[in-house]
């Protein structure tokens, strides 16, 4: 499949995405590909995250590829099924554990706890980092296996984000475009 021929739905997480973040980057240089833009990024709720993603996926004019970073890929987990008629496919980089107590001091989860533990009704592709501070590697394997994920060891990277290094991301690239490659 060609990005060209997708709408990307870029869908951060938790707290401001800061200029130079990949998913960001990844907007400018996808040119189908566009941010769901949260109205409280700080004190989320479940329920007008999804259906602000909802909306921007029935908005959509092309079959749509979903591309989520932290609690993004919890929020897909939740909605996939009110998702799965228009969506080809999500890449989920980096998820955060939201089961886990104190993972952020201002945000206990809300509602998006427990995560999902059902498997997702289109295709997807999961990066997880060794030392991600907010999901223990053995957890996002976890995620991988209960979503259907196909699964991607990145290394020690970190929370795969711009406190971490990943501006640009090219290898994060690299992985998206064979992703892509297989969903059609």
Request: proline share 7%; with cysteine; charged share 25%.
């Amino acid at each position: 499949m060609k990005i060209a021929d997708t709408d990307i739905l870029l869908v951060p997480g938790y707290g401001q995405t800061l200029p130079g973040h990949w998913i960001l980057r990844w907007e400018n240089k996808m040119p189908t590909a566009r941010i769901v833009r949260q109205a409280e990024l700080h004190t989320p709720s479940k329920k007008a995250w999804l259906e602000k993603l909802v909306e921007d996926v029935e908005a959509a004019k092309r079959p749509v590829v979903l591309v989520a970073h932290s609690l993004g890929c919890v929020l897909v987990a939740h909605g996939a099924h009110a998702l799965k008629d228009k969506v080809l496919g999500a890449y989920l980089v980096a998820p955060s554990d939201w089961d886990r107590e104190g993972l952020v001091a201002e945000f206990d989860g809300g509602d998006f706890k427990p995560v999902p533990q059902d498997p997702l009704p289109f295709r997807s592709h999961l990066v997880a980092s060794r030392n991600d501070p907010y999901c223990d590697f053995a957890r996002a394997e976890a995620f991988a296996k209960a979503w259907g994920a196909t699964f991607q060891d990145a290394g020690n990277a970190g929370h795969i984000n711009l406190e971490s290094g990943h501006g640009l991301w090219p290898e994060g690239m690299m992985s998206f475009a064979g992703f892509m490659k297989k969903l059609g």
